[in-house]
């Protein structure tokens, strides 16, 4: 009788404990007659949690570590879990919010209007979609109509990306994805990675504690922004290192763009105007001060985020100014061709149109450096949730419809900022693990799908001084196509004697429009430059070096669609008494002495060259293949000889250091058999007599 007495007494307190969990329990001293002075600490507590969430921006971690406490206290309280959950919907651990929701949803279903939609929330970031969708809708049928009116719409998007999530979740793209590892990510939040055009230099947003300044943004609780730089060193990244000032500063700097050879960078400063983009680019070694873009980027609204094409010729950005499709739209401007390399100047910018941006926000535009792939992030298109990445391409004139690039690189939550490599292969972004090494960590992700061939032509050596441009047969032929693809060119520059690297001046010259379309400078540790280019384009190319003679040459790339690479090795040959050069750029009219305007540029080079060394005696002299009489040939070398000394006279050379001579067909460097060889013996010298 006494064991049955027992038992029942037992069932008794456990069904009424059953009972009473399931009962909304208040914090309130006749439910905890007991425990007065603890139940005042905890509702200190939680008045301290609400002020937090009025905060602007609302603090929501340092919010949810008291209600948690609270919590240890009282489980049983519908609106502390409805507001456990509301915290955790704000961190990088959202699913944590549903079984909180789902408990406030159990003891009290009316305790907040939005519950529904909270819990479906929680639903939706932990790839429940079906469930998602049955609280969307059962949200959406608690309104009255005038909150359908206000909120039915943003209620419809959430439960079309639950049917396009199922969508992209059961077709997933075929990638592996590697963390960069604890070299490079560390227990603070790493994000915005940013890689260089042939994966050598990868930049990043990190707050850390060795950041300049070593302040702390009390309004987030985080040390402020600055960015790291990390470089590969065979397969593996180096340890990040901080470039300190004047690149970082004492607030926040976040990377939002690079340059394809890692000379540029665009940086995000959230001080003035609510947001705006500054250029710092690196010059005999050294980071420069970062400078305001100007207003056509610039405005009182927020510009978040920047990139350049290849050929650093369009800026593209982001922009939440009025006159949009609705949100931060992506705009593009060209750079003004009057401009100066390293003081640029915008054309008007324009709205890259609703191919691209939508009524919701788009961010973090990235061009890959082939020229013609954009990437960026949109609220809006065929998106999981929030932000997702998103592709198109430039083609027949248009850009493309964006094509969410999938899951498992898109989820549910925000994904922003995605850089791949020159082949598309590779690509960097950031993502919150459970296996993390704390907060966001750099991912690296490979993307395994069919492959382009990429060629290689380390081996190809391009003739060093020639007359005619060089062409890239390398490549493939020549065909029509509409839309051509970039074609990277990268090499090394080194003295010609003793093949030590150089960092020197480069400049890309578009023949066609006889204009400066690149400049940059090549590594002045390594002597390598890489620069993207159009194909189907001849060009010019000149390379300046102090102590050095100047080097130019010209060289078309046949029109390609697909990305490829050339390399060039570039030797420069030092101011010494006999040095002599071919002024590849050089040009006069057929059978005559008279300059052609595209020779300006080339003999601008030389009257530097004169001015910089205002010692240096020159010999400039002509050269003819063998067609028609030797006497002839002679003329016309001679003539075009002095041309040559004459412009240079009228840009304020002394005479006294020139001096010229013809040498008509004497001295052939090809053979005459040919057009080739023909074209390669019409040429004009310079020779250094003394210094």
């Given at each position: 009788m006494k064991v049955t007495t027992t038992i029942i007494g037992a069932l008794f307190i456990f069904i009424m404990g059953q009972l009473f969990a399931q009962q909304n329990v208040e914090f309130d001293k006749d439910n905890f007659p007991d425990q007065r002075k603890e139940l005042r600490d905890v509702i200190k507590k939680l008045k301290e949690a609400d002020d937090l969430l009025e905060e602007a921006p609302p603090k929501y971690a340092e919010a949810l570590e008291l209600y948690l406490e609270a919590y240890d206290f009282n489980p049983n309280n519908a609106l502390l879990n409805y507001s456990i959950g509301k915290c955790y919907l704000h961190t990088k651990q959202k699913p944590k919010a549903i079984p909180y929701l789902e408990k406030a949803m159990k003891l009290d279903p009316d305790v907040a209007a939005n519950l529904q939609y909270l819990l479906a929330m929680g639903y939706h970031y932990n790839y429940e979609f079906d469930k998602a969708i049955d609280h969307y809708n059962k949200y959406r049928h608690s309104l009255t109509p005038y909150e359908l009116t206000e909120y039915?719409?943003?209620?419809?998007?959430?439960?079309?990306?639950?049917?396009?999530?199922?969508?992209?979740?059961?077709?997933?793209?075929?990638?592996?994805?590697?963390?960069?590892?604890?070299?490079?990510?560390?227990?603070?939040?790493?994000?915005?990675?940013?890689?260089?055009?042939?994966e050598t230099v990868l930049m990043f947003t990190s707050c850390r504690d060795v950041t300049t300044g070593g302040d702390i943004d009390e309004d987030y609780n985080v040390y402020y922004e600055d960015i790291y730089i990390t470089r590969k060193d065979g397969e593996v990244w180096t340890r990040p290192f901080n470039p300190g000032k004047p690149f970082n500063d004492d607030s926040h700097d976040a990377i939002v763009g690079l340059s394809t050879d890692a000379s540029h960078v665009l940086i995000y400063k959230g001080e003035k105007n609510g947001g705006d983009i500054y250029i710092c680019q690196i010059e005999d070694g050294e980071w420069q001060r970062p400078a305001t873009l100007p207003k056509e980027i610039n405005t009182k609204y927020h510009e978040t985020g920047a990139c350049f094409s290849p050929d650093m010729q369009t800026l593209y950005f982001v922009s939440d100014k009025e006159g949009g499709y609705g949100g931060s739209d992506i705009y593009y401007c060209h750079v003004d061709p009057d401009s100066k390399p390293h003081r640029l100047k915008f054309e008007d910018p324009m709205n890259m149109g609703s191919a691209i941006n939508t009524p919701y926000?788009?961010?973090?535009?990235?061009?890959?450096?082939?020229?013609?792939?954009?990437?960026?992030?949109?609220?809006?298109?065929?998106?999981?949730?929030?932000?997702?990445?998103?592709?198109?391409?430039?083609?027949?004139?248009?850009?493309?419809?964006?094509?969410?690039?999938?899951?498992?690189?898109?989820?549910?939550?925000?994904?922003?900022?995605?850089?791949?490599?020159?082949?598309?292969?590779?690509?960097?972004?950031?993502?919150f693990e459970q296996d993390g090494y704390g907060g966001q960590d750099l991912y690296m992700v490979t993307f395994?799908?069919?492959?382009?061939?990429?060629?290689?032509?380390?081996?190809y050596e391009y003739l060093a001084f020639e007359v005619k441009p060089v062409d890239e047969t390398l490549l493939e032929e020549e065909v029509e196509v509409k839309d051509f693809a970039m074609v990277t060119v990268r090499g090394t520059v080194m003295d010609q004697v003793t093949h030590s690297p150089l960092g020197v001046i480069m400049e890309i010259i578009d023949n066609e429009s006889n204009r400066v379309i690149a400049s940059f400078e090549s590594n002045e540790r390594t002597g390598e430059y890489l620069v993207s280019l159009p194909s189907g384009k001849s060009y010019g190319l000149a390379v300046k070096a102090k102590e050095y003679l100047f080097h130019s040459e010209n060289f078309d790339i046949p029109p390609v669609t697909e990305f490829r690479e050339m390399k060039k090795d570039i030797y420069l040959k030092k101011v010494e008494i006999g040095s002599k050069i071919i002024l590849q750029n050089i040009f006069f009219e057929f059978n005559e002495a008279k300059l052609q305007p595209e020779s300006m540029p080339e003999l601008e080079r030389l009257v530097k060259l004169m001015k910089d060394v205002p010692t240096l005696k020159i010999e400039i002299s002509g050269h003819t293949d063998n067609v028609g009489s030797e006497l002839y040939n002679q003329e016309l070398s001679e003539k075009r000889a002095k041309a040559v000394v004459d412009y240079l006279v009228a840009k304020g050379v002394d005479r006294n250091r020139l001096t010229y001579k013809g040498y008509g067909l004497t001295q052939p460097i090809a053979s005459n058999e040919t057009e080739e060889g023909r074209a390669m013996n019409r040429r004009t010298e310079f020779k250094v007599i003394s210094r």
């Open positions: 039915g719409a943003a209620v419809e998007k959430r439960i079309m990306e639950c049917e396009d999530a199922r969508d992209i979740v059961r077709n997933p793209v075929w990638i592996f994805k590697d963390n960069l590892g604890n070299i490079v990510n560390s227990k603070y939040p790493e994000y915005s990675p940013i890689v260089n055009a042939d926000d788009e961010e973090a535009v990235f061009m890959q450096a082939d020229g013609k792939t954009i990437y960026f992030s949109s609220k809006g298109h065929k998106t999981m949730g929030g932000y997702d990445i998103f592709k198109s391409e430039f083609k027949n004139g248009k850009w493309t419809e964006p094509v969410n690039i999938g899951h498992p690189i898109n989820t549910p939550d925000d994904d922003v900022f995605f850089s791949v490599n020159i082949t598309g292969k590779h690509g960097y972004y950031a993502s395994l799908g069919p492959e382009k061939p990429l060629i290689h032509h380390s081996d």
